[in-house]
């Protein structure tokens, strides 16, 4: 039995999607097998992100390296070994070593080729540059993968180069496929076979792979993949798992007309063909299966599993930060940070030692630093930036977020695992089911619509009320104990029964 998720955020930031897929894999290592199909080839880069949050490279699958055995997609050839066959005679070059980059330049002839190294002094590109312009990129596991190859783009704003052609190598060093890149898309050639668009090349896929009747096909978009899968799947389950929103009141993210979450709209339109639609919470599962029935009078079934697990509970190494609040989120405007930013500014009347970290990167993160500065707020309200792997929510009193929707909040669960208390707006999903009010932290009342005035006045009442008369130790406490809840035993045993009931595989032995 293997789970294959279907992927398609190549080249996109990262999201708590990705998370939630890493989490996903960890709970389901030793019930079945699974993959996570990529149709466009991740970078270097991307790789190593995808590896960084826990995915393995034996669980990725990417089609063109499949079409060619690429079983290996790590860099792990060293320099010398790549350089032995790139330039075996470097006597006329000049040479610059910088970090992480070793460059060979021929002033003479505009020509340089540039090996970019892993940390651990892996190859994984080769640049070559011609009349200063970049021409090719050779990319590297334990051999050369694939060859791109580049054209100069001249417009009246700038200049550029592009990919045109992609060369992917069998394990005999042959080009065993090859990707032509159009205004219209890819198109595949392989030597007995030419002219596939990327759905044709996954159609293709399908039909040597051949799904059996103990596969899942697991969605965690509606994109291109679906059709394809649908006519081809045979007798394989499809599930889908939703990472957002099924509709919107004010029509904001949509536009389907029954204010339908554009993300979801062919989900509505196909509901039927899935074995089951699965959401971090109950309450969502129970939303969702309510609004086909009154909708559509159609009964579908739903299951929650959280997206996420309890890691470990952590402890502050030495006393938490007195009147630390942390936030972790990526800067956009859903999660509303300058509402965490006025609110603690307004808080800090009463709470003179108030202060604020946040961590995370995105669009917003200009607006929110002028923002901070028109506060006058810099001494004790600071953007922290995207921090790897951050562990250290228990450096913390509190955790504060102003989202104005979760679907269930990882960083919820990672703050409640540090034992912090917990202050979030009375949206759904995930504040509802993680924040206790009264007893692990506070609900802040919230109507879609009403004035951010309304809105900062409550969470800086919840701040003063959280930091001057409650028992930051039974917040604490309870934070613990709710996190507990999300063992990934438990949650293990939430997929073992979806996966029994869909009448996936062939796990009965499997107990969770």
Not at 38 to 45: D, K, M, N, W
Not at 58 to 67: A, G, N, S, T
Not at 147 to 162: C, D, G, Q, R
Not at 174 to 182: I, K, N
Request: hydrophobic share 35%.
């Amino acid at each position: 039995m293997t789970i294959y998720n279907f992927n398609l955020l190549v080249g996109y930031v990262s999201t708590g999607v990705d998370y939630g897929q890493a989490y996903r894999a960890q709970m389901l290592r030793g019930i079945c097998d699974q993959k996570f199909v990529f149709l466009e080839v991740p970078q270097h880069r991307e790789l190593e992100y995808y590896n960084r949050i826990g995915i393995r490279e034996e669980e990725i699958l990417v089609l063109p390296f499949w079409f060619v055995n690429a079983q290996n997609i790590y860099p792990s050839l060293p320099f010398d070994k790549v350089k032995e066959k790139v330039l075996s005679d470097d006597s006329e070059y000049e040479f610059i070593e910088e970090e992480g980059k070793k460059r060979f330049c021929r002033a003479d002839q505009g020509k340089s080729i540039i090996f970019y190294l892993t940390e651990q002094g892996y190859v994984y590109l080769v640049e070559y540059y011609f009349q200063n312009t970049l021409i090719r990129k050779d990319h590297y596991s334990d051999r050369l993968l694939f060859t791109e190859y580049l054209k100069p783009i001249i417009s009246k704003l700038n200049a550029f180069v592009k990919t045109f052609q992609i060369d992917y190598y069998n394990e005999e060093g042959v080009v065993g496929l090859q990707e032509f890149r159009t205004k219209e898309g890819s198109i595949y050639a392989f030597p007995d076979l030419a002219g596939l668009t990327s759905l044709e090349l996954l159609e293709y896929f399908v039909r040597l792979n051949r799904f059996s009747d103990d596969d899942v096909l697991l969605l965690d978009r509606i994109n291109p993949h679906f059709p394809v899968l649908m006519k081809y799947k045979g007798n394989a389950r499809m599930v889908f798992f939703m990472h957002s929103k099924l509709t919107f009141a004010d029509y904001s993210d949509s536009h389907h007309w029954k204010g339908v979450n554009y993300e979801y709209t062919d989900l509505v339109r196909n509901a039927g063909r899935f074995d089951a639609i699965l959401t971090s919470t109950q309450e969502q599962a129970d939303e969702v299966r309510e609004w086909f029935l009154k909708e559509y009078r159609r009964r579908v079934k739903t299951y929650a599993i959280p997206v996420g697990g309890m890691r470990d509970l952590t402890g502050p190494t030495d006393s938490r930060k007195k009147h630390g609040l942390v936030s972790v989120s990526r800067l956009d405007h859903r999660k509303r940070i300058d509402l965490l930013i006025k609110a603690v500014a307004k808080a800090r009347e009463n709470i003179p030692d108030l202060t604020l970290d946040i961590f995370g990167e995105g669009p917003e993160k200009k607006r929110y630093e002028d923002l901070i500065v028109e506060y006058g707020a810099r001494d004790y309200i600071c953007l922290k930036g995207y921090v790897r792997n951050f562990n250290g929510y228990a450096m913390y009193e509190g955790y504060i977020s102003a989202s104005l929707w979760e679907t269930f909040g990882l960083t919820l669960l990672e703050a409640m695992s540090g034992g912090l208390a917990l202050i979030g707006l009375d949206v759904p999903y995930g504040n509802r089911c993680m924040i206790h009010d009264g007893q692990n932290g506070f609900i802040v009342p919230f109507k879609d619509g009403q004035p951010d005035e309304v809105t900062v006045k409550g969470l800086a009442d919840a701040i003063i009320k959280l930091f001057k008369n409650d028992d930051l130790s039974r917040f604490s406490l309870c934070s613990y104990q709710e996190a507990v809840k999300y063992s990934p035993q438990d949650i293990r045993k939430k997929w073992v029964q979806m996966l029994k009931e869909t009448g996936a595989g062939n796990i009965d032995h499997i107990t969770g």
